[in-house]
């Protein structure tokens, strides 16, 4: 019951105030990106990023699509933003909200809201999606891929979503915003006949190094951009986080290489085969002049426009005197790169060798004390081991003498033993035979005895059955030959 009160209070929010951000997760039956599809040229979104973690996100702000986002919740962050450049301004209070259908896609929360507004409505909550707490204390800001200062206010404040936000340390997150600022105000814009026709992808490739064990911490930053007009044109920009003033140039097919196998992040590669190569390599030159920290002359302003025939004359003239100023600055600053370059090498050569002839020799003095010291301890370990052992052996040789003596002794009067048991024995046994004999005497008499009492018994036995035999052979024959009568007489 509470949670569908805070769930119709919070729909009863969203119709008072309408300008509330929104980023809605396409459905897979969806084309793209939905609506969102304006934001990619000829409407075809980046094709071969197809595992099941990655969620497409149109964010919206007054109902109206600002810009699109691929998110990856096994990594917690986007891989790329894509968005139009709308108008430079000043950055509005940080308003910072999450995706709810990420964590819980079946609640009825269809709006971003506030992490401390959601009390307990979503289920899960952070286990797809980065959240606040995750970079609390943990020494990174949410870098934004899309940029809240190319944007004007209500796209602006659509931007400040946790969906459109990497870990970034403060150094480099306001490095990348301020290149990326530069580049599209005063390299891209400029040189855009159409600037509706430019479209932007901005990138992080994720690495194994986490916040917290649950945010990716990115391994690079990429800008991809494209000029989808007659005179187009398309460039790919790489920053690596571990140095932060770094910012290379290169075509929008060898990003795609840097990527995931099978990326293709525009249409056709926005005609890469035939664009305006004069277009590129002037964009491409103000890029440089970025890089090197050089002050480039202010892109057009859409609220210091002049005249459509001035405009046009201003930009010829500006043209023309940026491409020769370029062309002859250029061997200026490629000389002066050289010489830098060489200085540089020189003392990290210089630096390098003393290293390694410091290095030589301190690691040949350490190698001589530590055998010195080796040494030392094998003599000292080999004269105790010596002088411990002497008494050993000395004591060890008295036993085995003392044992010796013990075994002699012992032995002789075993001999002894022996040799004096033989005539002992034999006068015993000589001296016992006379007893032996007299003693046996009674023994045979009695059994003499009692053989001769045997045989007297024995005859007597025989003698009385042989007449027991007659007596009963007589009886026979008399029943058999005389008269009944007589014989019973």
Known sequence: EWTMKTSIVFLLCISVFPGFS??????????????????????VPPEGFT???????CQQYNKEPRFATLYSTKDKIPLYSAFKFTKAAQSEEENWLV??????PENDLHEMVHEADIGGTVANLGANQALMSDYVGSGYERGLLNPSLLNEKDFQVATYTLTNAVPLSPALSKGWHRD??????????????????LYLLAGAIPSSVQVKGKVSVPESLWLAACCDASEGWSLGLVKKINDENSLADLSVGELEKQLLPGVHLFKGSCGEDEQSHEKREAVLQIVSQIRSGEQVGKSNNPETKDPPEEKNNNQETSGWVRRVAGIIATPFIKLLELLIYIFVELVKFVFYFLWLVVKRVVGTVLDGVYSLCSGVVSYLKAISIVLISIPYDVGRVIINIFLGFLQIVQDVVSLTYRILSIPVGFILYLA??????????????KDVATGIGGTFLLVI????????????????IIKRFVP??????
């Open 484 to 489: 009944k009568s007589f014989s019973d007489d």
């Open 51 to 57: 595992e099941q973690f990655h969620v497409k996100i």
């Open 432 to 445: 016992a035979f006379p007893y032996h004999t007299i003693c046996a005497i009674p023994s045979v008499l």
């Open 461 to 476: 036995d025989a003698s009385a059955t042989v007449l027991h035999g007659f007596y009963y052979l007589a009886c026979h």
């Open 99 to 104: 995706e709810p259908q990420i964590d819980d």
């Open 180 to 197: 990326i600022g530069k580049v599209v105000e005063q390299a891209l814009i400029p040189h855009c006949s159409q600037m509706d026709h």
């Open 22 to 43: 929104q980023g809605r997760v396409v459905r897979e039956d969806e084309t793209g990106f939905a609506e969102c599809n304006v934001f990619f040229p000829g409407q």
